[in-house]
């Protein structure tokens, strides 16, 4: 009597639902489509991705992986090596803090504990209410004018702790319309 071997049962991972909008998923994949023919694609897309969304979400990730047709890993490792990219959404306004020497040497060291101190976050952190996240940045090229921040695509110098709450209350402040 000849015995069979056991069946082999291959599990199939099933992946999780994403949690990308459908207007996110979009984004993500005309980002693709329109870069993925660049030559070394994946530092433009991520770029992009992160223009577009405000961050790049993990669900992007197999999304940009199968677009270069790269592993997943290969597209999570360059993700997170550079500190440049968020994976988490961010505050609707982003507060570059410059922590290098030249800032440090003029005040940097105290904006920084002022600025943790009344958004009430560490760097990396976004406030309550969405509207501001606080990230460090090893040079702004403002030097001669330090302590400096970014706020937004906006550089600012010489920013004292006082200075800082008022720039606060005005990136807080909602945009004034015209009637």
Known sequence: MSSKPPRRV?????????????????????????????????MPILHAVQHALGYVPKDAVPLIARALNLSLAEVHGVLTFYHYFRKERGGRHVVHLCRAEACQSVGAVELERHAKRSLGID???????GAIRLEPVYCLGNCALGPAVMIDDTLQGRVSPARFDELMGQTRAPPVTST
């Open 10 to 42: 291959i599990p199939i991972k099933v992946e999780p639902p994403s949690t990308l909008t459908g207007e996110e998923r979009t984004a993500v994949l005309d980002v693709c489509a329109r870069l993925q023919e660049l030559p070394g694609a994946l």
């Open 123 to 129: 760097f990396h952190g976004t406030t309550p209410d």
